[in-house]
């Protein structure tokens, strides 16, 4: 280990596989303390479509970045880079190991390298381009041909971008606008970089099919949980779809559902049951989605080390439980 940087540990992964309960592990073994790389879990109320962990679930480790601003403030990676930062200076000053744990790639890329958005931010024709672009979807809701743009100017990003992640797909467009050049360019240079930090990135993977029925069974849970009726809560408080918070995976889906029932003034319980059915799928089939971009970012990370959760469960022979046991002494031993 690099004596001269701070000392960093990355543990992340696609959506569902597992990196909750290994985390917790991990930190108590490392005396650590948790970053959260987020996007979702970061904003108050949004919970159970989140998985957000829990008090109980954290089991007395300190947990940061975890339920901090209301729903309608525009969390994103400058955001996150910049209180990132500031945590595991904080953190190393006790004396304890920063972990950053969640599956927003862009977000740990941003921290490793130190990546900087300030001339961007202040760019006035990036804000105006930016308004342009949003003001057109606003108006037209016509996310295709923004979508058939990217993939014309930057096919990399619109390979990993999803159609009706907005923000993003306006981002991409937004920094082709300003610099010529694609973003996906852009971070595969910001990749090649040396990270500011004594770092180890860890990246958990399973068997797709496993991990796909993990997924579904997650969202299942969250139905269960009472996901719909958070989200009505969400809507009485005057959030909207226009808020970043609001485009996450399982709010989005449940947001359109719920304007559909009201604008149509629908109330067969049959048809309601079957637009809250389909919305549902949607979740299910965009969250795997997801966990397929997850892992196409990774892939393009470099210094990544892989746990590969079957390969340590011996093709499922051994319990969960036991599984993470063997990744964590895997990691410390790595560590030491």
């Not at 909207?240 to 449940?254: C, P």
């Amino acid at each position: 280990m690099n004596e001269d940087k701070k000392k960093l540990i990355v543990l992340t992964g696609p959506t569902a596989v597992g990196k909750t309960d290994l985390s917790i592990n991990l930190a108590k073994a490392m005396n650590g303390e948790i970053i959260s790389a987020d996007s979702a879990q970061v904003y108050k109320g949004l919970d159970i479509g989140s998985a957000k962990i829990t008090n109980e679930e954290m089991q007395g480790v300190r947990h940061h970045l975890i339920d901090v601003y209301k729903p309608d403030f525009p969390f994103d990676v400058t955001v996150f880079k910049n209180e990132a930062k500031r945590l595991v200076d904080e953190i190393t000053s006790r004396g304890n190991v920063p972990i950053v744990v969640g599956g927003t790639g862009f977000y740990i890329q941003a921290l490793l390298y130190d990546i900087d958005f300030k001339n961007e931010e202040e760019d006035s024709s990036s804000r105006e381009y930016r308004k342009e672009l949003e003001d057109y979807l606003a108006e037209t809701n016509d996310i295709d041909t923004l979508y058939d743009r990217l993939k014309t100017v930057d096919p990399v990003s619109a390979e990993m971008i999803h159609k009706n992640n907005h923000r993003k797909v306006i981002r991409a467009l937004e920094f082709y606008h300003i610099h010529g050049t694609p973003i996906s360019e852009h971070n595969a240079a910001e990749r090649k970089k040396e990270s500011v930090y004594d770092s180890r990135y860890y990246v958990l993977t399973m068997n797709r099919e496993r991990l796909y029925s993990r997924i579904e069974q997650r969202v299942d849970i969250m139905r269960d949980a009472g996901l719909v009726d958070e989200v009505k809560n969400l809507r009485a408080a005057g959030y909207n779809m226009s808020m970043n918070s609001m485009q996450a995976i399982g709010y989005k889906e449940i947001f359109q559902a719920l304007d559909r029932i009201d604008s149509e003034a629908i109330q067969d319980p049959e048809l309601v049951k079957q637009i809250m059915d389909d919305a549902f799928f949607l979740i299910k089939m965009n969250t795997r989605h997801f966990a397929k971009r997850q892992m196409t970012w990774f892939r393009r990370e470099k210094d990544v080390i892989w746990l590969d959760k079957d390969i340590f469960s011996d093709n499922y022979s051994l319990s969960s439980e036991e599984t993470d046991k063997m990744i964590l002494e895997c990691i410390l031993k790595d560590n030491k």
